[in-house]
Nanobody, 116 residues
Framework: QLQLVESGGGVVQSGGSLRLSCAASGPVLPHKSKGWFRQAPGKRREMVAQITNENSTNYADFVKGRFTISRDDAKNTVSLEMNSLKPEDSAVYYC??????????WGQGTQVTVSS
């Protein structure tokens, strides 16, 4: 059974950096895109960054210039490098994959907390 598992969350001071990774277990399947979303308490889940299978990237305005998404198809992973973190970046971060079938998979989430 295919699963997405995030890692790399934690607590960091404002201005610090974290790197999130998401590994897909199970069979390696073609995908259309991989991405990261986040959800803070009381707020809706929002897109943070996405990368297509042609390496086209899309970032939310609030992370442009600070976050970088990358993927490694050989390892079946997608990563999110987060720099210049702000307290408002605190949230549970989820990775997502859209498979070639149009089906979406989500990870279980990893907590990122940025202290001021």
């Amino acid at each position: 059974q295919l699963q997405l598992v995030e890692s790399g969350g934690g607590v960091v001071q404002s201005g610090g950096s974290l790197r999130l990774s998401c590994a897909a277990s199970g069979p390696v399947l073609p995908h259309k895109s991989k991405g990261w979303f986040r959800q803070a308490p009381g707020k809706r889940r929002e897109m943070v960054a996405q990368i297509t299978n042609e390496n086209s990237t899309n970032y939310a305005d609030f992370v442009k210039g600070r976050f970088t998404i990358s993927r490694d198809d050989a390892k079946n992973t997608v990563s999110l490098e987060m720099n210049s973190l702000k307290p408002e970046d605190s949230a549970v971060y989820y990775c997502q994959t859209e498979w070639h079938t149009g089906i979406f998979s989500w990870g279980q989430g990893t907590q990122v907390t940025v202290s001021s």
